[in-house]
């Protein structure tokens, strides 16, 4: 009886621990409510409750008491944790403060309101926007041919580049007060992604410029002269861009750039001016060879204390403008990176500029790489997912639409199940794609630069476009290997290192930066406890890191407590409003994956401290939970503005099944691989006390989104809208739309005669033997004979690949034994 009391005594007063930290009692009333039951169950129940009663009493004292709170646990702590922090360069601490958050921040924190996402506005097209992207996008699209343009031109031709800068493709970020487009985020996502479904040298020239380039770090950070000297010319296009960032030395690791300009006095338009004396070598610059201004950044050095402070020499990194006629600077050279997009090298050896072309002028010495890093952070949240979604987009279309003409053993290769496996992969990726940049550009339309955001777009998206593209790749074989003016697929195809690499390598981006930027950007007190490790006052720093820290255990210990309770509920029923039967259990679950997140990188950051910086595997388990889960969010918000149709189901079940499988995954591999295995088994018990709770989608589901694949219903439709999806019988794309349309229409009658046919009805040795030998028999009329001999006709051609001559460069007419009637 005593053991049994005793154990109902601990039992109630872990509970009254579990239930201060779920509700999150403020440290007074949780101390006091701590003691009162510690003393209660062992008046009440049994003496022996204070065994653990005795030590919950006196933490709750030290607690309770800031001197012994204060040099019991505070002070230790405070030395510990400064001891084990790393050095972190200046480099290093400008790319981790950079940029604002938006909703990636609330499922970092492990509570998501979802009243406050249900209020974000769905982003739509203007009239403005919508009429730009239905006239002047469309005809640059009709324009282009991606073909000619890389096997032939190596260029835009001259009409299409002219065209460009006439109409403002080269400043739809640029204010209207400069004469530029002012376009939404949204709206350049969807003009991009519709260039680069037609093409990918068109896209990226367009992209650019409206990336990370001059004119987005002359908008926010130039002085009023440079704003009024280049924008109006960079809108025209009477000035080209380009932007010199990566050098032999540095690629992805751009902090390292050798570059440099010294400050110094030289000569410019005849007087003695304050200057720098540059130095630089560029390499895989966009745009570069026809660029008439050049933006650089470079480290910037004053040894002589030219700029007026004679105790700092080395600046830091530095931006800065220079018309390409400068004396000194070299471009023109082309590299080669797989797409004939401009893209080549800017040097220059001694190049002496004015002070005041530092970008802001002199007092923005050194400020360069926050610059970039904010620039950057909204640019490759728009550019790169757009290119991916159009990817996505056209290989959903056309891959669909070739699984459903091509036949092997008279069945669509479309309807055998290793295909469906496939094919399933395209099309919920391609609908995951299409909801991710919605959400993107919806957080980017409410301005800031939510650089952690916008650093998972780049990754997931572009990441995605390979798995999809490949698996385009597998289904058409050999339609899709032969390069040629017919092939829809292979130059995306060969596009994939470009969109993997440019704007942040995506291996980096998901080891260091998206978890390394988002605890700093999302994590309610871990920047500010850094700040105050790192700091030189550290009287007064330990004394507000007492308030701090014990802020931060409160809020470790209420995602804990969430954490178990969703273990064995499944989660919170914390939902939007417009949450329905279908959506009310993804909401469910996300709110269980947000808390357990939350406490896991608290476990991480806790125990690995400095570390984790090189614990890169640890890092990218963790940036994959905290993205999949921005892109379930993503992707419920999509369906629900949607139309909600079963196809729009279907999709959307299977993207969000396969998001919280990559979730629970990227826990599990974490919770295997964690250096500390007790901490880390025991917060997997808590997280998961069932074992795991999300299965593979089933293959029934798979076969029923692979079959929406090859058919028409609304979400096909919104993809051909938002792409240039020519139904032109002679077009790269129209030619599989027209012949996958009139499949449609005859279909039954197809399958009837093919069916006959295979089972030896008709005697004759070619398709159209057959029809006249089943016309005669009255197996099929006059005008179905008409049809079938159509269809086939234009089958047996859209399923063609190019010939050319022995030297590869002309094509050859291609011959189709089947009468075109």
Request: hydrophobic letters at 45%; aromatic letters at 10%; charged letters at 20%.
């Amino acid at each position: 009886m005593i053991f049994l009391l005793f154990v109902l005594s601990i039992v109630i007063q872990l509970v009254a621990i579990w239930a201060i930290f779920f509700f999150n009692l403020n440290r007074v009333a949780g101390s006091v409510i701590t003691i009162a039951v510690a003393i209660l169950t062992a008046f009440i129940l049994t003496p022996w409750a204070l065994l653990l009663g005795i030590p919950l009493i006196a933490l709750s004292i030290i607690i309770l008491f800031k001197p012994l709170r204060f040099n019991l646990i505070t002070q230790p702590a405070y030395k510990t944790l400064a001891n084990s922090m790393p050095s972190i360069s200046t480099t290093e601490q400008e790319a981790l403060e950079a940029g604002t958050s938006w909703w990636e921040k609330e499922l970092f924190m492990g509570a998501p309101d979802w009243s406050q996402f249900e209020k974000y506005p769905y982003p739509t097209l203007s009239p403005e926007e919508q009429s730009f992207i239905d006239n002047e996008v469309e005809v640059l699209c009709s324009m282009l041919d991606e073909w000619e343009i890389h096997h032939q031109l190596k260029d835009l031709p001259p009409e299409v580049w002219q065209f460009i800068k006439d109409k403002g493709f080269l400043g739809l970020i640029i204010p209207k007060s400069f004469g530029g487009k002012e376009f939404s985020s949204f709206a350049q996502s969807r003009i991009m992604s519709k260039i680069a479904s037609r093409s990918l040298t068109a896209a990226v020239s367009c992209m650019v410029p409206n990336s990370l380039g001059p004119g987005e770090l002359l908008m926010h950070y130039g002085t009023d002269a440079q704003k009024q000297q280049y924008l109006p010319g960079l809108v025209k296009g009477e000035e080209i861009p380009c932007f010199g960032l990566t050098s032999p030395e540095a690629g992805s690791d751009a902090g390292a750039i050798p570059d440099s300009g010294v400050v110094c006095y030289g000569e410019y338009e005849g007087a003695q001016v304050l200057g720098l004396r540059m130095n630089f070598s560029k390499r895989w610059i966009t745009l570069a060879p026809i660029a008439t201004v050049v933006g650089l950044a470079f480290k910037l050095y004053d040894p002589e204390g030219l700029l007026g402070d004679k105790t700092k020499t080395e600046y830091g990194i530095t931006c800065a403008l220079i018309p390409a006629n400068h004396a000194g600077v070299k471009i023109g050279a082309r590299h080669y990176p797989g797409s004939p997009f401009m893209n080549g090298t800017v040097e220059g050896e001694d190049v002496f500029i004015p002070i005041d072309w530092i970008i802001g002028g002199q007092e923005n010495a050194g400020k360069g790489w926050r610059m970039l890093m904010e620039c950057l952070g909204v640019g490759r949240g728009i550019s790169l997912p757009a290119l991916a979604t159009a990817a996505g987009e056209m290989s959903y279309l056309t891959v669909g639409a070739f699984a459903r003409i091509r036949q092997q053993f008279n069945i669509s290769v479309g309807k055998f199940e290793g295909v469906q496996e496939a094919s399933s992969e395209i099309a919920s990726d391609a609908y995951m794609l299409e909801a991710f940049r919605y959400l993107v550009t919806c957080g980017l339309n409410q301005g800031g630069t939510p650089a952690v955001m916008t650093a998972m777009a780049k990754y997931y998206a572009t990441e995605t476009m390979r798995k999809v593209v490949n698996h385009g790749m597998d289904i058409a074989g050999g339609r899709a290997i032969q390069l040629g003016p017919r092939n829809f697929l292979a130059l995306t195809y060969q596009a994939i290192p470009i969109a993997i690499t440019v704007e942040g390598a995506n291996i980096l981006t998901r080891s260091l930066m998206i978890f390394g930027q988002g605890s700093m950007r999302c994590h309610p007190y871990l920047f500010e406890e850094l700040q105050l490790l790192q700091s030189d006052d550290k009287a007064n720093a330990v004394q507000k890191f007492d308030d701090l820290l014990f802020k931060h255990l409160a809020y470790t210990f209420n995602r804990g407590a969430r954490s178990f309770a969703y273990g064995w509920t499944g989660g919170s029923s914390d939902a939007p409003q417009s949450a329905d039967q279908f959506t009310a259990s993804y909401y469910k679950t996300i709110n269980r994956f947000s808390a357990n997140f939350s406490l896991v990188s608290d476990m991480a950051l806790g125990l690995l401290a400095g570390d984790l910086k090189r614990k890169e595997m640890l890092s990218g388990r963790l940036a994959d939970i905290h993205a999949h889960l921005f892109i379930a969010t993503a992707i419920l918000k999509f369906y629900e503005a949607g139309q909600k149709t079963e196809a729009e189901q279907l999709h959307a079940k299977l993207a969000l099944q396969k998001a919280f499988l990559n979730i629970q995954e990227a826990f599990w591999g974490l919770f295997d691989n964690f250096p500390a295995k007790l901490p880390a088994a025991f917060v997997k018990w808590i997280c998961f006390p069932l074992g795991r709770v999300i299965s593979k989608p089933d293959d029934e589901l798979k076969q029923q989104v692979a079959e929406l694949m090859m058919e028409e219903h609304p979400f096909r439709e919104q993809l051909k809208r938002h792409v240039y999806y020519s139904t032109e019988p002679n077009d790269v794309t129209g030619r599989l739309e027209h012949t996958f349309q009139m499949l449609r229409t005859i279909e039954p009658l197809w399958d009837k005669f093919k069916k006959a046919e295979s089972k030896g009805k008709f005697t004759g040795l070619t398709f159209e033997e057959n029809i006249a030998q089943a016309i005669k028999e009255g197996f099929i009329s006059e005008s179905e004979a008409q049809q079938l001999l159509q269809y086939n006709a234009i089958r047996f051609d859209s399923m063609l690949t190019d010939v050319f001559d022995e030297k590869l460069n002309k094509d050859l007419p291609l011959l189709n034994p089947h009468q075109i009637v």
